[in-house]
T-cell receptor, first 111, second 115 residues
Framework: DAKTTQPPSMDCAEGRAANLPCNHS???????VYWYRQIHSQGPQYIIH???NNETNEMASLIITEDRKSSTLILPHATLRDTAVYYC????????????FGQGTRLTINP | GAVVSQHPSWVICKSGTSVKIECRSL??????MFWYRQFPKQSLMLMAT?????????EQGVEKDKFLINHASLTLSTLTVTSAHPEDSSFYIC???????????FGEGSRLTVL
């Protein structure tokens, strides 16, 4: 079972920052927070991941709360091409290392 | 980033036939690959973990005799849907584990339609 909770859908205006929340209150100390997105009829695309520190790359920023029970993915300047389903996943890098997907958030960027 | 390729991208077959889907890691060796299935408007469901040189590990509720997985080389895993039926119509997606970093790279998916 997925260990994360996300809102089923969100809307954001083009050019604005999109902030996608995720709750993972049962996360273990050795589990990372991963974000993937899936554009319609394509395979998932990796966005970013982190353990406890905030992370930033060319696609997005990841803010993880100090207690690690929740996180926020930030797309700083959303474009129409960012419309997708965004998945927040917790995953250990030891053992099976598999990704178990929850329902994700369907983000729609509006012009 | 690393590339994972699936073939075919889409396939249509008659009920009762078997269909094989290939998953290749193009520029790295993957001892572990994962197979997912996705129905319309639903999330990805993990079907099985494919391990090179050994038997696949299936998730609960997934019929191993229905979905045959072979991982005979470090760059290729295959999923065979045996005696396919219309309810097997789905989007099948694989991912390959890059062991050095723990990153998972996904294929483009294969859409199966069983008539």
């Amino acid at each position: 079972d997925a260990k994360t909770t996300q809102p089923p859908s969100m809307d954001c205006a083009e050019g604005r920052a999109a902030n996608l929340p995720c709750n993972h209150s049962t996360i273990s100390g050795n589990e990372y927070v991963y974000w993937y997105r899936q554009i319609h009829s394509q395979g998932p695309q990796y966005i970013i991941h982190g353990l406890k520190n905030n992370e930033t790359n060319e696609m997005a920023s990841l803010i993880i709360t100090e207690d690690r029970k929740s996180s926020t993915l930030i797309l700083p300047h959303a474009t129409l091409r960012d419309t997708a389903v965004y998945y927040c996943i917790v995953r250990a890098l030891q053992g099976a290392q598999k990704l178990v997907f929850g329902q994700g958030t369907r983000l729609t960027i509006n012009p | 980033g690393a590339v994972v390729s699936q073939h075919p991208s889409w396939v249509i077959c008659k009920s009762g036939t078997s269909v094989k889907i290939e998953c290749r890691s193009l520029d790295f060796q993957a001892t572990t690959m994962f197979w997912y299935r996705q129905f319309p408007k639903q999330s990805l469901m993990l079907m099985a973990t494919s391990n090179e040189g050994s038997k696949a590990t299936y998730e609960q509720g997934v019929e191993k005799d229905k979905f045959l997985i072979n991982h005979a080389s470090l760059t290729l895993s295959t999923l065979t849907v045996t005696s396919a039926h219309p309810e097997d119509s789905s989007f099948y997606i694989c991912s390959a584990l890059f062991a050095n970093t723990g990153e998972l790279f996904f294929g483009e998916g294969s859409r199966l339609t069983v008539l």
